[in-house]
């Protein structure tokens, strides 16, 4: 583990606060909600890791299985009582998940993973040529000096929702005469997951090879339609040489409203889900809600929890792929499906491939699909433009 969290580990006082969203409402921590154990939650990681350097306890398959099923949310970042600490708290767990994968102590669900990433550079299992079949009869073209790069990402490229997000976002881009291009092909993985997995070797080659790719095209501006590509290439690519002006879909779109996308009224009431990659990782909160609130018609409502406290779907830090949370009435996507319901909202908006999927699942496993649908933020403006 590097110095820096060694040296400060011990200050974690377990007062619980990382539990909990700022206004207590419930616990916001996905793991511990799932699994009510001390261990759980971030005080107790930090508590179990601290033993470990201490040599008080041995790496385990327990050990492993708690610190894998962190889905890296930040709700202990935003809520922990300890400045000196806080800001570094996911960090560590990351540090310290590194240190399992360099042991090879690690779940045989995120070996699964982790082996998929490296033998066929995406989690799907699926050939490379298959990437650009969402794009099928749109008529995108390949990138070659336009404006934008728009990078898909695994769950854009093969996940089925995540498919029809990225058709969804080229055709409003195109249709608005945005000069963009795509990878097809040859786009790999941007890496998020895997480095927040802790395999530091492979999120290497993967960013390293993007970058070098990116270069290459003489790439400037990217447009990302999954927040935890964005996060990486944002804040992580820079750090080992490349450097891009990078976007979420959604703040390419906002300023297109009311300008080379015009809105007619959509009647529906609407509530929207953060994403924690865009949110409390990014500090975005405010683009989708605008986006939201420049369609006539549209009624949004917030959930208990939003904005810095937001219930994650359960899909981050790897989580989406590797399932260490599992399912069940606790999860942290059934809970928030349910918190959407309870807003009378009958549209739950997502800007995350991962959260469309994650929620989706959830609203078909509580039962609830003649209540509410998910529906990402594309899609609904596509629905509200006129023609
Ligand atoms: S809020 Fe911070 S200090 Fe308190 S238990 Fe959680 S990690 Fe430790
Ligand atoms: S990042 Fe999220 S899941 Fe991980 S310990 Fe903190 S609150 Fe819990």
């Not at 995108?140 to 976002?169: C, F, H, V, W």
């Not at 999120?203 to 990486?232: D, R």
């Not at 994403?275 to 405010?286: H, Q, S, T, V």
């Not at 809970?335 to 997502?350: H, Q, S």
Request: with cysteine; aromatic share 10%; charged share 25%.
């Amino acid at each position: 583990m590097e110095k820096e969290y060694a040296e400060i580990i011990h200050r974690c006082f377990r007062c619980g606060w990382c539990k909990l969203p700022t206004n207590f409402q419930d616990f916001n921590c996905p793991a511990y909600l799932k699994y009510r154990f001390e261990s759980f939650s971030s005080g107790g990681r930090m508590w179990l890791i601290r033993a470990c350097l201490n040599d008080e306890i041995d790496t385990s398959d327990r050990f492993a299985e708690i610190l894998f099923t962190c889905v890296t949310c930040k709700n202990c970042v935003e809520a922990c009582a300890l400045p000196k600490i806080k800001d570094k708290l996911v960090d560590i767990f990351i540090d310290a998940r590194k240190d399992l994968v360099e042991q090879g102590s690690i779940p045989p669900q995120v070996r699964d993973y982790l082996k998929a990433m490296g033998v066929s550079g995406t989690p799907y299992k699926r050939p490379q040529e298959e990437r650009a079949s969402w794009a099928k009869g749109l008529n995108i073209p390949y990138y070659n000096g336009q404006e934008y790069l728009l990078y898909i990402g695994d769950a854009g490229s093969y996940d089925e929702l995540g498919m029809k997000m990225s058709r969804t976002i080229a055709t409003l881009l195109k249709e608005a005469g945005i000069s963009f291009g795509i990878l097809g092909e040859q786009e790999t993985s941007d890496g998020n997951d895997v480095r927040t997995l802790g395999e530091s070797g492979l999120y290497a080659l993967l960013a390293e090879q993007n970058i070098a790719k990116f270069n290459n095209l003489k790439v400037k501006k990217i447009i990302t339609l999954s927040p935890h590509g964005y996060n990486v290439m944002k804040n992580d690519y820079p750090k080992i040489g490349g450097t891009f002006e990078v976007f979420h879909y959604t703040q390419v779109l906002l300023p297109l409203l009311n300008n080379k996308i015009l809105l007619d009224k959509l009647t529906a009431k609407i509530t929207y889900h953060d994403p924690c990659y865009l949110g409390r990782w990014n500090n975005e909160y405010w683009t989708p809600r605008r986006i939201l609130g420049s369609i006539p018609g549209l009624t949004v409502v917030e959930m208990g929890r939003h904005m810095k406290d937001a219930l994650c779907c359960g899909g981050g830090g790897g989580n989406f792929f590797t399932d260490m949370l599992g399912s069940g009435k606790d999860s942290s996507n059934r809970v928030r499906v349910r918190e959407a319901v309870d807003t009378g909202a009958e549209i739950l908006a997502v800007s995350c491939p991962l959260c469309y999927k994650m929620l989706d699942d959830a609203i078909k496993a509580e039962g609830l699909d003649e209540k509410i649908q998910v529906k990402d933020i594309a899609e609904i403006v596509y629905a509200a433009r006129k023609t």
